[in-house]
């Protein structure tokens, strides 16, 4: 027989049987409703705001990037001619207003000035000899007049023999002869003492320095002496030199020669679509960024709007009359006016900013809103009078 024993059937038919595992709750349908019902009512009344908010303000503020930092410059030419001596300055050094900024070979303009000086100074010796002069034919008009006077005592009184028989007709053709010659002596010395009086003037005690020889002299005196002046080239305004001469450069009258940058006073010329000017005005706020800075934000106001557009300033203006015409939308200059402070970094001429303007104004709600607000405004104040009685 086997030594197996049978399994214990009443302890494990007196054991419970084991309870099945619990499943998760539902989730709770009223959470869900409550958000989808949120998420429909809100959304649209979101998106409904956010629409008439764009709409409402979407025609305050004008922008461009067409905008670039302006300053005074200044083209720097001579007023004459002749071989850089000296330069003063290097590139991109800081001027004062009156520095040298280079000068001309000055020795040709040295000479002149010294041959006016001599010109002048002879001016006094020439008017005393003009003034000699006329005493010298004043004297010799009373000379002249004296031998006339007695040619013609002399001719009459052959004359008078002749008539007797006592003198012959040469003798008084002789007579006649000298006495015409003394008279025309008379003539010839009065016109000499008139032209020494005009170029004295036609005023023998009139001063030298009233002279029109003097004056004449004083001129090309004045004219050399501001010569010498001109080979010195000062900087015109406080400013930054730029694209300085080399030495010994030929410079002639009125021709560039080097600039000076204004590194004060500088501003915004902002160039805005002719569409985008309906609202703006003179002395409207601004907000400023340049492209260099990104970070940072000027503040200004419009200075003066430009009277023409650039296509009137350009080379080629546009030809609107021919009959390939093209409507094209023009662009307007602004001048906008900088705040900047003393921690601004500093600006430079040309920089690319992007401009903003605060033309304040608020579009008007659409006109079915409109129609709807005084029906709605009536039966407000309906209800309100009704409430109070």
Known sequence: MSDEKPPNLSATASEPPAAPAASPPPAAPTRRWLVRSVLLTAGPLVVVAAGAYAYLTSGRFVATDNAYVKADVAIVSAQIAGPIATVAVRENQRVQQGDILFTIDDRPYKVSLDRAKAQLGAINDLVESFRASYRQATEQLALARTN??????????????????????IDVDEARHKRDVANQEIAVTEQALAQIRARLGGDLDRPVTEQAAYLAAKATLDAAALDIEHTLVHAPFNGIASKVPTLGQYVAPGG?????????????????????????????????????????????????????????????????????????TQRIPLRIAVDVRGDDPELRVGMSANVSIDTGYQRPAPSFVRSLLPSRLGVAAAASARDGQ
């Open 256 to 328: 560039a020669v080097m600039s000076v940058v204004a590194d004060r006073n500088m501003w915004i010329e902002a160039n805005y679509k002719e569409t985008d000017l309906t609202h703006v005005a003179v002395g409207q706020h601004v907000e400023v960024t340049l492209d260099t800075y990104p970070d940072q934000t000027w503040q200004g106001k419009v200075d003066s709007i430009s009277q023409a557009t650039g296509a009137e300033f350009s080379v080629l203006p546009a030809q609107n009359a021919t009959g390939n015409w093209v409507k094209v």
């Open 148 to 169: 006339a006077l007695y040619e013609q005592h002399e001719y009459e009184r052959l004359s008078s023999l002749a008539e007797r028989n006592l003198a012959s007709g």
